[in-house]
């Protein structure tokens, strides 16, 4: 079974400031994918980003990029220029290749806040 | 128009009380899914099904049974509500094949409280 953790329960920053969100995760597969959701206070469930793991070349998606290092096991988000929109739970989920396997398994999430 | 719908967007019920969550999709997707929040404890997954006559059980299926009427119809149940199934609760779908297959769509989830 597949494991994620995300070991920052809360995190404030400034607007315009650098925040990353970590997230490290178990697996004894070599295929899979990696997201990022966005959880705002709407509660609906938004995908921030993707990462295949096969693909060395980190995801980026505007102003938001993930460092994705496969050894480690680690995937982490960076959001740049963060903006009062961004406050929100963010959510680290794993699935397997192999279409779509048995559904997602996420992390507990990490509640970030966007200060003006 | 959502493309993924899910009916009551909130309820409140009393244990032991008969609950029925339905989920729709207008996607075409034949992966329907269901998960459930917790405060702290991210989504979890209780049933998914591949299509029609397949529904496999998830993390945590004890408890809740699903129903696939159709390929875009996906209803979860609770037979006898008890408290601790207050959550809120997801219902997503994801294509068979074709980019992006992996990526999976959420409704807006159902607010269910168990008195």
């Known amino acids: 079974a597949q494991t994620v953790t995300q070991s920052q329960p809360e995190m404030s920053v400034q607007e315009a400031e650098t925040v990353t969100l970590s997230c490290t995760y178990d697996t004894s597969e070599s295929n899979y994918y990696l997201f990022w959701y966005k959880q705002p206070p709407s509660r609906q469930m938004i995908l921030v980003i993707r990462?295949?793991?096969?693909?060395?070349q980190n995801a980026t998606e505007n102003r938001f990029s993930v460092n994705f290092q496969k050894a480690a096991k680690s995937f982490s988000l960076k959001i740049s220029d963060s903006q009062l929109g961004d406050t929100a739970m963010y959510f680290c989920?794993?699935?397997?290749?192999?279409?779509?396997?048995?559904?997602?398994?996420f992390g507990k999430g990490t509640h970030l806040i966007i200060q003006p | 128009d959502a493309d993924v719908t899910q009916t009551p967007r909130n309820r409140i019920t009393k244990t032991g009380k008969r609950i029925m969550l339905e989920c729709s999709q207008t996607?075409?997707?034949?992966?329907m899914y269901w998960y459930r929040q917790d405060p702290g404890l991210g989504l979890r997954l209780i049933y998914y099904s591949f299509d029609v006559k397949d529904i496999n059980k998830g993390e945590i299926s004890d408890g809740y049974s699903v129903s696939r009427q159709a390929q875009a119809k996906f209803s979860l149940s609770l037979e006898s509500a008890i408290p601790n199934q207050t959550a809120l609760y997801f219902c997503a779908t994801s294509a068979l094949e074709g980019e992006p297959y992996n990526e999976q769509f959420f409704g807006p989830g159902t607010r269910l409280t168990v008195l």
């Open positions: 989920a794993f699935l397997l290749s192999g279409g779509g396997a048995d559904g997602l398994t």
């Open positions: 996607k075409g997707h034949d992966r």
């Open positions: 990462q295949e793991a096969y693909k060395q």
